[in-house]
C-alpha cells in the first residue's frame, strides 16, 4: 500500500471554453471543457482543475455553470477556483460539483479567506495556490496572473497557510510556466520539504521524465499540466506507465 | 432500491448523489429525520470538521432516526466522515460526541506523515468484505482526511497504511462505512456503490 502519485491535467476556461493564453496573440481555443474533462477521466487523470481565468462578473455565472458540466463528466475529484474572493463565492464553486477550492490572489490580500474556507468545509477542500518565482537567492510569491510582487517570501507564505487551514499547495514557477523547460524541482523540493501538507507541483511540464524528476527530486505529492496533455503530446496513461516503469507508484486503472 | 441521503447541512452531497443514481438507486435528500423512515437503505455523506456532522445530526431529529434505522437493520453507508462519526469521539473534537454505533475512537494520523492523507492509496482484506465484493485487490480508492479509526478497531474488514495503519472499510451487521470516497475512485468505487445497493435489511 503506497499512496500514488497523482497527474493533474489543468483546464483554464474562459466564457465556457477551455483556453491557452499565448503571447502576442491573446487567447487561444482549445475546446469544450465537458469533452477535455470525460477525456481526462477516461484516460486515468487522477483529479481535474479547472480554472476561471475571465475575472468578471458575468464570467462567474458561466464558470459555475462550466463546473456543473465538467463534475458530471467526473468520477474523480475537482478542484475549481480562480478569483475566489469570498466564503460565499467557494461555496458557489462546491455547491456546483467541485471537492476543492483553490484560492490564490485574494488569499494574499486577505489571509483569513484561508480560514474561513477550513473553518466551513474542511482543510481537505481548501488548496492555496502560490505563484513563485526566483529572485536572487530566495523564492518571491507573484499574484495576478504571475505580474504583481507581493513581498511575501514562498516558504514563510506556504507556512501561513497550512497554520490557517490549507490542505494543499498548488505551487507554480512563474519562471519554468510556459517554458516547457521542466518543473522548478529545486523550488517544489524546498517548499516540499518544508511543509506537513501535499505540494502539488505546476509550470514547465513537457516530458515524462520531467514527471518522474519533480516525483523524485522535486518530492511532489502531485504534478500538474495543461498544454501537452490538451493537445495530446502526452497521454496520461503512457505517461503513467512510463513512471511506474520507473518505480513511481501511479494507479494505472481508470 | 430508495436511497436516502443525509443532508445535515455540509458535505458534497451532488458527487454523492449522481454516483448513487448512476449505481442504479434512486435517491433523495433527507434534511428531516422524518424522510429516512421510508429509505431502503441510508448514506451518510460527510467532508469537512467533526463539529459540524454532529451539529448537523442533532438537528431535526436526523441523529435520532438514524439510531432508529440502525436499530430496525437498515443498512446505512457511511462516507469518510459519515465513517467516523458512527464512533463516539474524535481527537478532532474531544468534547464533541458521535453517533456512538461502533466502540472506539478516531485518531488524528500520525505526525510524521503528510496530512491531509490526500490521494488515492489501496486497501489491505482482512476478511471477506461485502462492500469490496468483485473489486480488484490492487484497487485504488480516493482518501481525503486527517482523522481515522484504528487499524486495529474491531468491525474494521480492510485498511489502509499512511504512517500507520488504520480503517479503511468497516462492517458489521447492517453498518458499512468506508474512509475513502468511492463516489470519486473511478470504477472501483462505482462497485463499492452497487455492492452497497445490493445489501437489503
Known amino acids: ?254 | 432500491m430508495k436511497v436516502a441521503i443525509v443532508d445535515y447541512g455540509a458535505g458534497n452531497l451532488p458527487s454523492v448523489e449522481r454516483a448513487l443514481r448512476a449505481a442504479g438507486a434512486e435517491t433523495n435528500l433527507a434534511a428531516r429525520g422524518a424522510e429516512l423512515a421510508d429509505a431502503d437503505s441510508i448514506v451518510l455523506p460527510g467532508v469537512g470538521h467533526f463539529d459540524a456532522i454532529v451539529a448537523g445530526l442533532q438537528k431535526d431529529s436526523l441523529g435520532a432516526a438514524l439510531e432508529s434505522a440502525h436499530q430496525s437493520g437498515v443498512p446505512i453507508l457511511g462516507i469518510c466522515l459519515g465513517l467516523q462519526v458512527m464512533f463516539s469521539i474524535s481527537d478532532e473534537s474531544p468534547q464533541a460526541r458521535g453517533l456512538g454505533f461502533l466502540p472506539g475512537a478516531v485518531r488524528a494520523l500520525p505526525p510524521h506523515v503528510k496530512s491531509p492523507h490526500i490521494g488515492w492509496n489501496q486497501v489491505r482484506r482482512l476478511r471477506e468484505s461485502v462492500l469490496l465484493c468483485g473489486v480488484p485487490e490492487d484497487a485504488y480508492f480516493y482518501f481525503a482526511h486527517s482523522y481515522a479509526a484504528p487499524g486495529d478497531c474491531e468491525a474494521r474488514a480492510a485498511v489502509c497504511d499512511h504512517g500507520a495503519e488504520f480503517a479503511a472499510v468497516i462492517e458489521r451487521g447492517n453498518l458499512l462505512a468506508v474512509q475513502f470516497h468511492p463516489e470519486k475512485s473511478g470504477e472501483a468505487g462505482a462497485q463499492v456503490l452497487r455492492n452497497f445497493l445490493g445489501v437489503s435489511r
Open chain 1, 1 to 254: 500500500m503506497t499512496l500514488a502519485r497523482r497527474i493533474i491535467p489543468c483546464l483554464d476556461v474562459d466564457a465556457g471554453r477551455v483556453v491557452k493564453g499565448v503571447e502576442f496573440e491573446g487567447l487561444r481555443d482549445i475546446g469544450d471543457p465537458e469533452a477535455l474533462a470525460a477525456r481526462y477521466n477516461r484516460e486515468g487523470a487522477d483529479e481535474l482543475v479547472v480554472l476561471d481565468i475571465s475575472a468578471s462578473r458575468e464570467g462567474r455565472a458561466t464558470f459555475l455553470d462550466t463546473i456543473r458540466r465538467v463534475a458530471r463528466q467526473l468520477r474523480i475529484p475537482l478542484t475549481a477556483g480562480g478569483g475566489i474572493r469570498s466564503l460565499d463565492q467557494g461555496q458557489a464553486v462546491l455547491r456546483a460539483g467541485a471537492d476543492k477550492v483553490t484560492v490564490n490572489t485574494a488569499a494574499v490580500e486577505r489571509p483569513e479567506l484561508i480560514s474561513e474556507l477550513a473553518r466551513q468545509f474542511g482543510s481537505q477542500a481548501v488548496v492555496l495556490s502560490m505563484d513563485v518565482k526566483r529572485e536572487g537567492g530566495a523564492w518571491a510569491v507573484f499574484v495576478r496572473g504571475g505580474t504583481q510582487a507581493t513581498g511575501k517570501d514562498a516558504m514563510a507564505w506556504a507556512r501561513e497557510g497550512i497554520e490557517r487551514g490549507a490542505g494543499e499547495i498548488l505551487l507554480t514557477s512563474i519562471d519554468r510556466d510556459g517554458t516547457c523547460s521542466g518543473f522548478d524541482c529545486e523550488l517544489t523540493a524546498a517548499i516540499a520539504k518544508s511543509v506537513r501538507i501535499p505540494v502539488i507541483a505546476s509550470g514547465g511540464a513537457r516530458t515524462p521524465r520531467d514527471f518522474l524528476d519533480v516525483f523524485e527530486r522535486g518530492r511532489a505529492e502531485a504534478a500538474l499540466a495543461a498544454s501537452i496533455f490538451h493537445a495530446e503530446i502526452e497521454s496520461i496513461l503512457a505517461l503513467k506507465k512510463f513512471l511506474a516503469g520507473q518505480g513511481v507508484p501511479v494507479r494505472l486503472s481508470a
